[in-house]
């Protein structure tokens, strides 16, 4: 019945939060510094920047600016070689290397989901500390958002209506199955959300294999 559907969802849906928050483990802080712009710059350009330390939680800029990151990452307590960062800066990210190459795009937000992030970047340990250094932009992957733009031109402050911020950013073990396992129920647990009809043999054995797996 409906009553019993929305406890067996409610199970799933913190199966998931709990599957995202144990794929990066043994986890140890960043350290961050920053330099803001309102100029995007040439990667080549910000390694000499003049940076400042930035901690979590600590909003570094507004609509539309920019931020260069340097990330230093102490790995002296990991045995293991297969690490990742789990970062969340405010915006879109790219991670980029000393010879500014791009490694991979981040996101802290997203236009089509309001939970969505893609936070994780996983590398190989080479040395007992390791430093990288990542772009930020103070926008959705479209900008800012219809109701921020308006609001934008009718406002003197027009870079009030977007928070750039740090929101949390630490190394730490990656775990690839549980990695796996995350993949799997968020790709059944969409299908199942297309699906019109909650009633059907399909809706309900996707359900049954999600809660099969949460009980394992």
């Known amino acids: ?29 960043l350290s961050l510094s920053v330099y803001v712009t309102d100029e995007r710059l040439p990667l080549s350009s910000t390694f000499t920047l003049d940076r400042h330390p930035v901690s979590i939680g600590e909003v570094w800029g507004s609509s539309w600016q920019s931020a260069y990151f340097k990330v230093k990452a102490d790995l002296s307590s990991f045995q293991t070689e297969d690490l990742a960062l789990k970062i969340s800066l405010g915006g879109e990210m790219l991670i980029y290397d000393g010879n500014a190459l791009p490694l991979m795009g981040l996101t802290s937000v997203s236009a089509f989901n309001a939970t969505y992030k893609k936070d994780i970047y996983r590398f190989q340990k080479r040395s007992d500390e390791e430093t990288f250094f990542i772009e930020v932009a103070a926008n959705d992957i479209f900008g800012l958002k219809r109701d921020e733009v308006k609001r934008d031109r009718n406002c003197e402050n027009a870079k009030a209506f977007y928070v750039g911020a740090v929101e949390y950013a630490y190394v730490g073990v990656y775990q690839e199955e549980i990695w796996q396992l995350l993949m799997e129920a968020k790709a059944l647990y969409s299908l199942y959300k297309a699906i019109a009809d909650k009633t059907s043999t399909r809706s309900l054995r996707i359900l049954s294999a999600l809660l099969d797996s949460a009980d394992k």
């Open 1 to 29: 019945n409906e009553g019993r559907v929305k406890i067996a969802l409610k199970r799933i849906s913190n199966y998931i939060k709990n599957l995202e928050e144990s794929v990066v483990t043994d986890v140890v802080p």
